[in-house]
Nanobody, 119 residues
Framework: QVQLVESGGGLVQAGGSLRLSCACSGTISSSNTMGWYRQAPGNQRALVATMHTGGQINYVDSVKGRFTISRDNINHIVYLEMNSLEPEDTAVYYC?????????????WGQGTQVTVSS
């Protein structure tokens, strides 16, 4: 069973920084995409940033230049460095991993970690 364990959320003032981590355990494909999504109250869950094992990165426009995604492919950990945080970044942040294994797509989610940015 694949498990994702997130850490690093919290309360920070606008302009501050936080670093999220997500460790993946279980049987996964060596080729996979790990990333971060967020969900604010009343909104749908939305992409923040993703990174493939091959290095391809995707960011939502609103975080470009402020957030940096990185990963440790050996230990299956993905990080999200968040700088210049804004109140609009307040949300529950979820870690995700998806991959194809034996012609079937798998998607797994972490439990979520709260990020609150005060103005």
């Amino acid at each position: 069973q694949v498990q994702l364990v997130e850490s690093g959320g919290g309360l920070v003032q606008a302009g501050g920084s936080l670093r999220l981590s997500c460790a993946c355990s279980g049987t996964i494909s060596s080729s996979n995409t790990m990333g971060w999504y967020r969900q604010a109250p009343g909104n749908q869950r939305a992409l923040v940033a993703t990174m493939h094992t091959g290095g391809q990165i995707n960011y939502v426009d609103s975080v470009k230049g402020r957030f940096t995604i990185s990963r440790d492919n050996i230990n299956h950990i993905v990080y999200l460095e968040m700088n210049s945080l804004e109140p609009e970044d307040t949300a529950v942040y979820y870690c995700n991993i998806n991959f194809i294994l034996f012609s079937r797509r798998y998607d797994y989610w972490g439990q979520g970690t709260q990020v609150t940015v005060s103005s």
